[in-house]
């Protein structure tokens, strides 16, 4: 079983900056790829970043590409999407997300986190 718990999201002013972290709990945290979808009001979940399970790779949607970066720290079985030069259209809820698929699509999650919502004014 793996347990995730988002923080960090909040409301900002376009061109500025967020930290989203995801603390795991669960023994098999190491073995699975992480990742952060999101979701805005009427549209579907949306894939934004994902790191394997080694650390070695990263994926990112194109929408984010150049301004996101997915880490994690395996001693503290934490994710971390450090989010830059935010725009308007990223707000949305964001959920960490574990899977066994790289990169992760929605339907290969095997678990979910709660969410935690993100707005940015322009």
């Known amino acids: 079983q793996v347990q995730l718990v988002e923080s960090g999201g909040g409301s900002v002013q376009a061109g500025n900056s967020l930290r989203l972290s995801c603390a795991t709990s669960g023994r098999t945290f190491s073995s699975y790829t992480m990742g952060w979808f999101r979701q805005a009001p009427g549209k579907d979940r949306e894939f934004v970043s994902a790191?394997?399970?080694?650390?070695?790779?990263?994926y990112y949607g194109d929408s984010v590409k150049g301004r996101f970066t997915i880490t994690r720290d395996k001693a503290a079985n934490t994710v971390y999407l450090q989010m830059n030069s935010l725009k308007t259209e990223d707000t949305a809820v964001y959920y960490c997300a574990a899977s066994r698929r790289r990169p992760p699509t929605a339907g290969s999650v095997d678990y979910w986190g709660q969410g935690t919502q993100v707005t940015v004014s322009s």
């Open positions: 790191i394997s399970h080694s650390g070695g790779s990263t």
